[in-house]
């Protein structure tokens, strides 16, 4: 059952892959050598993009094996989010944010 689900995300991420620069080429076929996309569907795609993002890290920050992950988790995720946000360096986001959910835990926070 575990290797069918894993196959499944494989065989759906190459295809979410492999269909940006398919649609692009089709596009710029039809549209006579430019591949622009219509304003309205480049902002359809970017809040579809945000929107997945954001369901991945909910899902992710705030479940562990199918319950609930405690509170030191999401407000590690969530610092880490505001630094990132505020543009601070890859390096410090995730050493910052896994510091705020260690130190939490350490201190006894589930």
Known sequence: MT??????????TY???LAGPLLRARLAKAGG????????????LSTAATVLLVALVA?????????????ALPAGVLTGGVLAWRRAPFVVVVVVAALVAAGLRALGVP
């Not at 290797?3 to 759906?12: D, M, Q």
């Not at 050598?33 to 359809?44: D, K, Y």
């Not at 899902?59 to 509170?71: I, Q, R």
Request: glycine share 14%; aromatic share 8%.
């Open 3 to 12: 290797i069918t689900a894993i196959l499944v995300l494989a065989v759906g």
């Open 15 to 17: 295809a979410f892959r």
């Open 33 to 44: 050598g430019t591949a622009e996309l219509p304003p309205r569907l480049e902002e359809v």
């Open 59 to 71: 899902t992710s920050a705030l479940t562990d094996g199918g319950s609930f992950a405690g509170f």
